[in-house]
């Protein structure tokens, strides 16, 4: 039985799977490295999550799995690449870096892990600032948290760069790390507070949405309406007001090509907030850095907007028209915009006949049952309204 599962049904199943991945564009490789208390060696299993056409769902399933002794950044990444073997590795790893120069993510990484686990170090920064607290962990893809990473190293700084020239001066022992490396390059930066203001702005923009989102309930009939808002309110930092005074259809804002020097305003007029313009205007003031560099500051600012609202776009799913003409179900909408919402709800229909999902002679029912549902709603509208509002907000 076991043969006939190692050598006849797992490589039929495997091979199955890599046909249905050759059809998508994109997939998502997970892994996991864990001690196998049988063999007595280190086993790193690798799942695929991928959308199956086929199924019209996102499935995640087993790929492979292999055995190894040692564990080093150079014998993960072997064994690795021996695991993914049969898979297309462009459509695994997505080209993704930063629009600006800046440095961000190291100096967060490494404020991090310059302080963890490190005793010593921790009572040393105690000793020097009388500060108890530390910088917090980051991970560049988890945007959720980067307001309290960014916040902490705001409040921070200045007992960090106390530290680290305390560190130089050899009055505590000088960490011959490479975090300490990347925190001490940094603070010769003047630009970096309004450089850290800068990004925990742009942090903000997001961040409501992605609280609001971290939820269970049916938040569907809300989705397109919210990024619509966050996309528009980032577009206002960098987009000639003319241009973005023409975006309160969803379509316009989706269709909109940010990267072209038609729609972006002079680089003087880009809004880089209250702190980051104020720290500017100081440094300009006491000369510590030239009219150059403010300008090359804000242009990196706008190319960090640039880039921020193509990876919203790209990501986003208010790209489908599927998507955006569920705001048809949102209550709001429907007690105000009852027409639209009609329309919008007999497109739905057109993509679940198209999918199979509903039948042909079932949709002049459900349109018949919409409408009536719509005539109820605009009865009382304002009490409909408010019930939703208090539900969601």
């Not at 106390?162 to 490396?181: D, G, H, I, L, R």
């Not at 966050?230 to 090509?257: E, H, P, Q, S």
């Not at 960090?304 to 028209?321: D, G, M």
Request: glycine share 2%; hydrophobic share 40%; with cysteine.
């Amino acid at each position: 039985m076991c043969l006939s599962n190692m050598f006849g049904l797992a490589p039929h199943f495997k091979e199955e799977l890599i046909k249905l991945l050759k059809n998508e564009d994109n997939y998502v490789v997970l892994f996991d490295e864990s001690m196998n208390a049988v063999t007595q060696s280190k086993q790193l299993d690798v799942h695929v999550r991928a959308w199956n056409t086929n199924k019209l769902l996102v499935e995640s399933r087993y790929y492979n799995s292999v055995f190894m002794g040692h564990g080093t950044a150079a014998d993960m990444m072997m064994h690795f690449r021996d695991a993914v073997e049969g898979l297309e590795i462009p459509k695994i790893f997505q080209a993704g870096g930063e629009a600006s120069s800046w440095g961000i993510e190291q100096l967060f990484s490494s404020a991090h892990w310059l302080f963890h686990d490190t005793p010593a170090r921790r009572e040393d920064f105690q000793k020097i600032t009388g500060n108890t607290k530390f910088p917090l962990k980051f991970c560049k893809h988890r945007w959720l948290e980067n307001v309290p990473v960014a916040e902490r190293i705001q409040e921070i700084l200045p007992d960090i760069a106390k530290y680290v020239k305390s560190a130089k001066a050899q009055q505590v022992s000088c960490p011959k790390t490479k975090s300490f490396e990347v925190i001490f390059e940094a603070m010769k930066d003047p630009l970096l507070e309004a450089k850290l203001a800068y990004f925990t702005l742009v942090a903000k923009e997001v961040y409501p949405f992605l609280v609001r989102y971290q939820t269970d309930k049916p938040m569907l009939p809300f989705l397109a309406t919210d990024m619509h808002v966050v996309l528009k309110d980032i577009m206002k930092r960098f987009v000639k007001k003319d241009a973005i005074a023409d975006v309160n259809r969803i379509t316009k804002v989706v269709n909109m090509d940010v990267n072209s020097s038609a729609v972006q305003c002079p680089i003087g007029e880009v809004d880089i907030g209250f702190i980051a313009r104020k720290k500017v205007k100081a440094l300009l003031a006491t000369k510590k850095i030239s009219d150059r560099q403010s300008q090359q500051f804000k242009l990196d600012c706008q190319k960090f907007l640039v880039k921020l609202s193509c990876k919203l776009l790209e990501k986003a799913p208010i790209t489908y028209q599927l998507v955006r003409c569920t705001v048809c179900i949102d209550p709001r909408r429907m007690a105000s915009h009852q027409d639209d919402c009609e329309i919008k709800f007999k497109k739905i229909l057109q993509h679940f006949v198209a999918a199979k999902v509903v039948k042909e002679n079932q949709c002049d029912a459900l349109i018949k049952e919409y409408s009536t549902f719509l005539e109820g709603v605009a009865h009382n509208p304002a009490k409909f309204r408010n019930l939703i509002l208090a539900k969601t907000d």
